[in-house]
């Protein structure tokens, strides 16, 4: 069997940021019990029925015929899905994404962890013969660099059809300082649930602190500090609604070193209290 006819399924057991590399792979749909997060950009794309994500406590409907993209660095997780037919997933290393130099509205919106739906159209047909030849071209390990050029020029016509607007400085925030940025949120992304102090990340990403909050914030929009609380505040989601935990044990859980800061915290991003954020799941 070649690798193109290779059907894939995540795999529960698989290490946390793991890296998927560059790929183009049929993936089977199924319930996931626990979300997956790598550093890639990652492409869905359905030819029947629809997919279910968490995305940030957010359920997210994937529907057939519509490129969808996201950063893989936001915890997704399958919760539901139609049908049992195959679907399409590419995976881009974030560097190739950003030295493909995309708008910057665009690319901004990819770091600011949104999941973006192209509605489907005319393309969706074109959509499919694409994802066709990039698995066959990465399955065959010597034509990369036709399906990264055609990945590219896919994008590029994303991008055209999205949201427009005036671009922000942190969007225009250079590839290589990226690439620090990357390690300061993985580092975030495993260790939220631990006391975290400035000095902390420095070690961890060979920087000064203030200037690693300084290009984070440029490339993010908001403080390290900010960016830990809402990396905790997601976790508190999806334990209120995947699980019985009480609310003291998940605030615990998740890094708050006090129900009343948890209370706080959560109301500011989700205008309302733990406790009616799952009642109102149920």
């Known amino acids: 069997m070649m690798n193109s006819d290779i059907l894939n399924e995540y795999d529960e057991k698989r290490v946390e940021f793991r890296p ?28 029947k029925g629809n997919i279910s994500y968490l995305f ?25 899905y139609t049908g049992s037919a195959t679907y399409y997933v590419c995976t881009i290393p974030l560097t190739q994404f950003l030295d493909w130099k995309l708008p910057s509205l665009f690319v901004e919106r990819v770091l600011q962890c949104e999941v973006i739906i192209e509605k489907p159209g005319e393309h969706s047909f074109y959509d499919e013969f694409l994802f066709k030849n990039w698995l066959k071209d ?30 922000h400085e942190r969007s225009q925030i250079q590839p290589y300082k990226m690439r ?33 909050n300084v290009i984070f914030r440029k490339a993010f929009g908001i403080t390290i500090k900010n960016y830990i609380i809402q990396e905790r505040i997601s976790h508190a989601q999806r334990k209120l609604i995947l ?19 948890f209370n706080n915290a959560f109301r500011k991003i989700n205008n309302c209290t733990p406790r009616e954020f799952r009642k109102g799941i149920q």
């Open 20 to 47: 998927y590399g560059l790929t183009c792979e049929m993936w089977i749909p199924k319930v996931m019990r626990k979300p997956d997060r790598h550093n890639e950009i990652e492409i869905n794309y359905l030819t």
């Open 180 to 212: 620090k940025v990357e390690q300061i949120a993985r580092f975030l992304s495993q260790n939220y649930h631990n006391p975290i102090r400035s000095l902390d990340i420095g070690t961890a990403v060979c920087l000064h602190p203030d200037y690693a």
């Open 138 to 167: 990465l399955a065959a390990n010597d034509n990369h660099d036709e399906a990264l050029n055609e990945m590219h020029a896919r994008l590029l016509r994303m991008a055209s059809r999205s949201k427009v607007g005036k671009p």
């Open 56 to 80: 940030q406590g957010t359920k997210i409907t994937v529907p057939a015929q519509s490129l969808t993209l996201f950063w893989g660095l936001i915890p997704h997780q399958i919760i539901d």
């Open 243 to 261: 699980t019985d935990n009480s609310i003291t044990d998940i605030s615990f859980e998740c890094g708050f070193n006090s129900i009343s800061r």
